[in-house]
């Protein structure tokens, strides 16, 4: 049985290849990313297309496949809001999806990128290669004692309120379903409201959806305290990229972290150093010495990527042979 891989890089071709031995699927890969454009490209008689993040899953997409035979959509990401689900249900294709891979791996990142925009570890490392040792503008803050406001607790936000914790911060969250164990652990749930007005941190690990878009907005920036540190590894469209401008111009945001973009589907995952970017509010973000961006990098882990070969695959020989399946992993 065939997979068509869309959006696929050397190092999907090295996992999914190794993980594919108990299997023996056969597996074609594409570079480029799934939409209008390409569509058409798929082979008639295609059982399964296998896609990513910034592949576009439209009425119009679902319904080409479907003539050409696609019987089921597996997302080798948890996220989905790329996806017409209600176009794919009433064609007959299954969608599954990978709901958790190392969610330690994304956590671990949005770490990462607080720290490096906090001790700016990226600005010593440049400086002390040009011989040059002095220590001003390097000034940081200790992380101990701040409080860390973590915007939804499933697996990626629980692990990273651990590690905060164990930075000895104050952590509090926001999420619709508190999570029982962190909060025998510490953590404090709070409204959202309040959890924007109370934290030094803010780090977003809520899906992106229609309730949730821009929840980031010219209006709860203003409930922040001024000098807010804001980290971004979930998705971009939880930023509304005008107004945090605004509030790096007006010192409203210290520092700014994000490993996702809304337009990062032009942008993310290609080589474009010889390039000229249009792209003006991604050139304006990079332009500023508080702002830290990183090409959607944060589940870029040994542990992560076999899993989400090892999940994607089995979902796959799971729903092909009609065999159960775990409720996270199907989305249609």
Same mark, same amino acid.
């Given at each position: 049985?065939?997979?068509?891989? %869309?959006?696929?890089? @050397?190092?999907?071709?090295?996992? %999914?290849?190794?993980?594919?031995? @108990?299997?023996?699927?056969?597996?074609?890969?594409?570079?480029?990313?799934?939409?209008?454009?390409?569509?058409?490209?798929?082979?008639?008689?295609?059982?399964?297309?296998?896609?990513?993040?910034?592949?576009?899953? /439209?009425?119009?997409?679902?319904?080409?496949?479907?003539?050409?035979?696609?019987?089921?959509?597996?997302?080798?990401?948890?996220?989905?809001?790329?996806?017409? *689900?209600?176009?794919?249900?009433?064609?007959?294709?299954?969608? !599954?999806?990978?709901?958790?891979? /190392?969610?330690?791996?994304?956590?671990?990142?949005?770490?990462?990128?607080?720290?490096?925009?906090?001790?700016?570890?990226?600005?010593?490392?440049?400086?002390?290669? #040009?011989?040059? %040792?002095?220590?001003?503008?390097? &000034? $940081?803050?200790?992380?101990?004692?701040?409080?860390?406001?973590?915007?939804?607790?499933?697996?990626?936000?629980?692990?990273?309120?651990?590690?905060?914790?164990?930075?000895?911060?104050?952590?509090?969250?926001?999420?619709?379903?508190?999570?029982?164990?962190?909060?025998?652990?510490?953590?404090?749930?709070?409204?959202?409201?309040?959890?924007?007005?109370?934290?030094?941190?803010?780090?977003?690990?809520?899906?992106? /959806?229609? #309730?949730?878009?821009?929840?980031?907005?010219?209006?709860?920036?203003? *409930?922040?305290?001024?000098?807010?540190?804001?980290?971004?590894?979930?998705? $971009?469209?939880?930023?509304?990229?005008?107004?945090?401008?605004?509030?790096?111009?007006?010192?409203?945001?210290?520092?700014?972290?994000?490993?996702?973009?809304?337009? #990062?589907?032009?942008?993310?995952?290609?080589?474009?150093?010889?390039?000229?970017?249009?792209?003006?509010?991604?050139?304006? &973000?990079?332009?500023?010495?508080?702002?830290?961006?990183?090409?959607?990098?944060?589940?870029?882990?040994?542990?992560?990527?076999?899993?989400?070969?090892?999940?994607?695959?089995?979902?796959?020989?799971?729903? !092909?042979?009609?065999?159960?399946?775990? #409720?996270?992993?199907?989305?249609?």
């Amino acid at each position: 049985m065939k997979i068509l891989f %869309f959006s696929a890089k @050397p190092y999907d071709k090295h996992f %999914f290849i190794r993980e594919n031995e @108990p299997y023996g699927f056969e597996l074609e890969f594409l570079e480029t990313h799934l939409g209008p454009h390409i569509v058409n490209a798929v082979d008639e008689g295609t059982p399964v297309v296998c896609t990513f993040v910034n592949d576009k899953l /439209s009425e119009e997409v679902i319904g080409i496949l479907a003539a050409k035979g696609v019987k089921v959509l597996a997302l080798r990401c948890a996220g989905f809001n790329n996806v017409n *689900l209600e176009a794919a249900r009433k064609h007959g294709i299954r969608v !599954c999806r990978v709901p958790a891979y /190392s969610p330690e791996a994304v956590a671990e990142h949005a770490v990462a990128m607080l720290l490096t925009l906090n001790r700016k570890t990226h600005k010593a490392y440049n400086r002390v290669r #040009e011989q040059n %040792f002095s220590l001003n503008g390097l &000034l $940081g803050f200790n992380l101990h004692g701040r409080t860390v406001g973590v915007i939804g607790t499933g697996k990626i936000g629980k692990a990273f309120c651990r590690i905060m914790a164990g930075f000895g911060c104050r952590v509090i969250a926001a999420d619709p379903f508190p999570d029982a164990a962190l909060q025998a652990a510490g953590v404090e749930y709070l409204q959202l409201a309040d959890v924007l007005a109370t934290s030094d941190i803010i780090s977003l690990h809520c899906p992106l /959806s229609p #309730e949730s878009q821009y929840l980031i907005n010219r209006d709860s920036l203003a *409930l922040m305290k001024k000098g807010v540190t804001i980290i971004n590894t979930s998705r $971009g469209g939880l930023l509304h990229t005008a107004d945090v401008i605004e509030s790096l111009k007006s010192g409203q945001i210290a520092y700014l972290g994000i490993d996702v973009y809304e337009q #990062e589907d032009k942008l993310f995952f290609k080589d474009l150093s010889g390039s000229i970017i249009a792209d003006d509010a991604i050139q304006r &973000l990079m332009s500023f010495p508080n702002v830290l961006v990183t090409g959607h990098q944060a589940f870029f882990t040994e542990e992560a990527l076999q899993q989400i070969a090892q999940i994607t695959l089995r979902s796959v020989d799971q729903l !092909c042979n009609g065999k159960p399946l775990n #409720e996270e992993v199907i989305l249609v």
